[in-house]
């Protein structure tokens, strides 16, 4: 009876409506690249202190569910993650956008975070006391091997070009170790720059690698951006249900991993969502399927993510060690409360903690509607915008959302030059997704491995270290797994087919097509190469724990860029004929990249309502095909002035984010 007291606290008027407020906003925050969950909580923290404390952490949790679960909004529509969480979403839901199945993908992204969200808050409520123990057997060796069961899923975003998915896999984790060393602090990669100290930012390296050359495409056709089909539009629920009941398994195997890589510290929904869709993807009878547009990996990325939202609440309320970044705060918020953390606080203040943990469940409940109801709109706003519009909106989504994770104007630099390099990569067959997992899961993988290492080193027994402790050697199974399984998938569908004479037909084309030499690949190898050869030089002057890693990562890099030089060495010259440059206008793009840059620069120094203006105005020139009549541009120029002055004031006066001033403005 007591416990249905504290469902029937959590289903007060207030407590429901502080859920909806917070789910709706959240989701609206997480949508929009760059907002992370991170930041909504930490904004929104001290309106909760006016609050109790049951009601101020039911409002924190909603908006830290509503975050997680938004930023596949982002991700499926314009192929950017809303939150580092839904790196994986982008994998397949922005293909299912491009095909016509956006609604789709929607609808099944928002089911899917909705139950693995309820899994989640379920676990929290049944069983945290016993799964935080768990969470403590967890060690350096643990997180490295983590880390190395993340980057496997490299091998599966490589088909058919593998030796460069491993490149870009490198290069960033490469430039996770840019900075201050996480153990040592060595300075290591700045050019001598102060910037570079605190690191590459994760969050706006992310935005300039996967949406910059995307709004760069964009501009160079008439071509639509997504396509609607007429007789498959709407929620499109029912289909939705089929294919999430046909992957059950898919379904409740994510939210169980989602879980359990929550209440581990410091590893977080980006993690969850990597891991889920790598095992998705293993255990898939269509492999060959994942990228391309395949349910089944959005499912499992978003019900892993949104499912870390109670995992992580586990070891924060049981043992306060926080999971995540927004536990962190949120933990902050616990205290300023007056609550004590720790496993008498179930005991001693319980009906605090049970109030939140079904205000939690009803906010993921809530989660259902609303996403459904603005997935809906959006998917269809999306679609129905002119790309003269749509083009500057994006980028200034990209700057913004760069510009306001610290508030500073060189992460909008870097932002745009990583930007710009991915689209040159991407040209020659380098996809950014590689280096999105290295740069994600670098930090964690050189924290474990050092800390593992020099464990090691001190009890005399490195290697029992790395692979003498029961839950590494699960994770290294399933690592092992996740990379051969594909041939050895490949290997057992042949086996009963040996006498049979397919082959011959299949596999001639498909060598000569793979044969073909990529003469710009080896001129990418050998400034690949000589990239590693200056970062390898750079770790004479570090220290032991400093260098071990770079170094490593280094002498990988090198021997893959040799290798690729030498594999195209052996391939036959390409026929004539086939073209390397992309589509379109060329001249398009590059005027859009001078004009993203030369926002980039300037808007600190004059100022981002007159700079935001003017490079909406002129992106929107540069995306028109037609010749416009007075009516539409006066329509244009209004449409920036009102999209430009609400995020003014979106910032400065409702996130008191303070945006840039400069001279004019």
């Not at 930023?71 to 016509?100: C, E, H, Q, W």
């Not at 379920?122 to 069983?127: A, G, I, P, Q, R």
């Not at 100022?607 to 541009?633: Q, W």
């Not at 209004?638 to 609400?646: D, H, Q, R």
């Amino acid at each position: 009876m007591e416990m249905l007291s504290y469902l029937g606290d959590a289903l007060s008027p207030f407590n429901l409506l502080l859920a909806l407020a917070g789910v709706t906003l959240g989701t609206f925050i997480g949508a929009l690249p760059g907002l992370s969950a991170t930041m909504a909580v930490a904004i929104l923290v001290p309106f909760t202190f006016a609050m109790s404390p049951a009601s101020g952490l039911i409002a924190l949790g909603a908006i830290y569910t509503g975050a997680i679960y938004g930023g596949a909004f982002a991700a499926i529509l314009v192929n950017t993650p809303g939150t580092p969480s839904s790196i994986s979403t982008t994998f397949d839901g922005y293909p299912m956008a491009k095909r016509g199945d956006g609604g789709l993908a929607v609808t099944l992204a928002t089911l899917a975070s909705v139950t693995g969200g309820l899994v989640g808050a379920l676990t929290l409520l049944l069983l945290a006391p016993p799964l935080a123990d768990v969470a403590l057997m967890f060690g350096p060796p643990e997180y490295f091997w983590l880390a190395v069961l993340g980057l496997t899923l490299i091998s599966a975003l490589s088909a058919g070009n593998t030796v460069k998915g491993l490149i870009g896999g490198c290069i960033g984790l490469l430039m996770s170790a840019v900075g201050v060393a996480v153990v040592g602090g060595d300075v290591r990669y700045t050019l001598d720059t102060q910037f570079l100290l605190g690191g590459i930012d994760i969050t706006s390296a992310i935005i300039g690698l996967y949406c910059i050359p995307v709004v760069i495409d964009l501009v160079a056709t008439r071509a639509g951006h997504l396509t609607v089909l007429a007789d498959k539009s709407g929620f499109r629920l029912r289909e939705s249900i089929g294919i999430l009941l046909g992957g059950k398994l898919n379904l409740l195997r994510s939210s169980g991993i989602g879980t359990v890589i929550g209440m581990l510290p410091g590893a977080g929904g980006s993690i969850a969502g990597l891991i889920a869709y790598s095992e998705a993807r293993r255990t898939s009878r269509h492999p060959e399927r994942f990228g391309t547009g395949e349910p089944a990996g959005v499912i499992a990325t978003e019900s892993s993510n949104n499912a870390t939202v109670g995992g992580g609440f586990i070891p924060t309320l049981v043992l306060g060690i926080p999971g995540t970044p927004p536990d962190a705060i949120i933990l902050g918020a616990l205290l300023v409360q007056g609550l004590k953390i720790g496993p008498s606080l179930f005991n001693e203040q319980g009906g605090i903690v049970y109030t939140f943990m079904y205000g939690l469940l009803i906010a993921t409940v809530l989660m259902l509607p609303v996403g459904l109801l603005l997935g809906r709109y959006a998917y269809k706003s999306i679609v129905r915008i002119p790309k003269s519009l749509l083009v500057p909106t994006v980028a200034f989504l990209t700057v913004v959302g760069s510009f306001a994770i610290h508030s500073n104007p060189e992460d909008t630099k870097m932002m745009v030059l990583l930007g710009v390099i991915a689209w040159v990569l991407q040209r020659y067959g380098f996809s950014p997704s590689p280096i999105v997992l290295g740069l994600v899961l670098g930090q964690i993988a050189e924290q474990g491995f050092v800390q593992a290492w020099m464990i090691g080193n001190a009890t005399g027994s490195t290697l029992a270290m790395f692979f003498g402790r029961p839950i590494s050697l699960v994770i290294v199974v399933f690592a092992v797994l996740t990379l051969m399984w594909p041939l050895l998938r490949r290997l057992w569908r042949r086996a009963p087919k040996a006498t049979e004479r397919t082959d011959l037909v299949v596999e001639p084309a498909t060598k000569a097509t793979a044969q073909h030499r990529d003469t710009p690949a080896i001129g990418w190898g050998i400034a690949f190469a000589a990239l590693a050869w200056a970062a390898y030089g750079e770790t004479a002057d570090m220290s032991s724990m400093g260098a071990v890693f770079p170094s490593v990562v280094s002498i990988m890099l090198g021997l893959l860029s040799l290798l690729l030089v030498v594999t195209q060495f052996t391939r036959a010259p390409r026929p004539p004929g086939i073209a390397d440059a992309p589509g379109g206008s060329m001249p398009r793009r590059v005027a859009l990249v001078a004009v993203v840059a030369a926002w980039a620069m300037l808007m600190p120094v004059v100022g981002f309502f007159v700079t935001g203006l003017t490079a909406f105005l002129a992106l929107t020139a540069i995306a028109t095909f037609d010749r416009l009549d007075a009516r539409t541009a006066a329509t244009y120029a209004v449409t920036g002035l009102l999209v430009v002055g609400a995020f003014q004031v979106l910032m400065d006066d409702v996130l008191g984010l303070r945006m840039p001033m400069g001279w004019l403005f």
